[in-house]
């Protein structure tokens, strides 16, 4: 599913025009955007918490060569999904 797949998503469910759509849907993941950067937590009830994780430097290895190479710290976004979210994916596969 593509960002023009969630506007015209929201645009058939609410009945807000396509223009109106696209504004609230970037809007909203604009709002995600900013509060991720800020390092914040979000919390959707019944979908997931996003998270921004510090992780240190550390040392690697080049696969290839063997060679000792220093990964640097940075910070990465992980999703926990809720367990109303794994209820709903577990059941609609059959199993």
Do not use: H, W, Y
Not at 52 to 64: H, L
Not at 81 to 87: A, E, F, G
């Amino acid at each position: 599913m593509t960002k023009a797949d969630v506007i015209e998503s929201v645009c058939k469910e609410v009945g807000f025009s396509k223009k109106e759509s696209a504004e609230i849907v970037e809007m909203v993941f604009d709002t995600i955007k900013d509060t991720l950067e800020k390092g914040e937590k979000i919390k959707l009830s019944g979908f997931g918490n996003f998270v921004v994780r510090e992780k240190r430097s550390r040392v690697g290895r080049n696969p290839q060569t063997g060679q000792e190479i220093e990964i640097s710290a940075r910070r990465v976004l992980t999703f926990r999904p809720s367990q109303v979210l794994k209820n709903a994916l577990n059941s609609s596969n059959g199993a």
